[in-house]
T-cell receptor, first 114, second 111 residues
Framework: DTAVSQTPKYLVTQMGNDKSIKCEQN?????MYWYKQDSKKFLKIMFS???????INETVPNRFSPKSPDKAHLNLHINSLELGDSAVYFC?????????????FGSGTRLTVV | GNSVTQMEGPVTLSEEAFLTINCTYT??????LFWYVQYPGEGLQLLLK?????DKGSNKGFEATYRKETTSFHLEKGSVQVSDSAVYFC??????????FGAGTRLTVKP
């Protein structure tokens, strides 16, 4: 009955590889997000989707490409991985309307690029 | 732009001590304010929230009051436990899809 689930939980890969992280929510929320958390715990928004449409696209290298096949799923594909991509990536979801409801987060994917 | 500033950590307290983690915000208008908690190896969890001036959010013994005059939303707990050790994030949002987080404050509670 996990609300926001991400896979994989850990991902170790070599520089230059391409990898994907998957996220699914069963809360019926309209909006989903990807955040990057660095080693100092700073959280940075990367993307948000509302009902499969991109609504926030922060300054993120175009090696990162989100895909939302339906409003319950938001995947993150990363091309040509670099050392600096090592971080914990969090998926989150929320209702679309003004709320305030807060966000529900997944447990994170720790990406290590070697 | 809209932003949140938290006190720098880490904060180390003994069990049963009083906790305050300061948070101030900069915003055009009156956002909703939130505290989230992140336990080791987990994602963030919503701890409490407040939507307008003088509102008090509370949960699990934690409290924070929305102060418009001082643009603050300080987190307090009267008696911390070892299990409260975590990273705490202050955040603001206007439309529920534009959440901005502070840098986080790590709290360690020692027995």
């Amino acid at each position: 009955d996990t609300a926001v689930s991400q896979t994989p939980k850990y991902l170790v890969t070599q520089m230059g590889n391409d990898k994907s992280i998957k996220c699914e929510q069963n809360l019926g929320h309209d909006t989903m997000y990807w955040y990057k958390q660095d080693s100092k715990k700073f959280l940075k928004i990367m993307f948000s989707y509302n009902n499969k449409e991109l609504i926030i696209n922060e300054t993120v290298p175009n090696r990162f490409s989100p895909k939302s096949p339906d409003k319950a799923h938001l995947n993150l594909h990363i091309n040509s991985l670099e050392l600096g991509d090592s971080a914990v990536y969090f998926c989150a979801s929320s209702p679309w309307d003004r709320g305030p409801y807060g966000y529900t987060f997944g447990s994170g994917t720790r990406l290590t690029v070697v | 732009g809209n932003s949140v500033t938290q006190m720098e950590g880490p904060v180390t307290l003994s069990e049963e001590a009083f906790l305050t983690i300061n948070c101030t915000y900069t915003a055009t208008g009156y956002p909703s304010l939130f505290w989230y908690v992140q336990y080791p190896g987990e994602g963030l969890q919503l701890l409490l929230k407040a939507t307008k001036a003088d509102d008090k959010g509370s949960n699990k013994g934690f409290e924070a009051t929305y102060r418009k005059e001082t643009t603050s939303f300080h987190l307090e707990k009267g008696s911390v436990q070892v299990s409260d050790s975590a990273v705490y994030f202050c955040a603001l949002s206007f439309n529920n899809n534009d959440m901005r987080f502070g840098a986080g404050t790590r709290l360690t509670v020692k027995p």
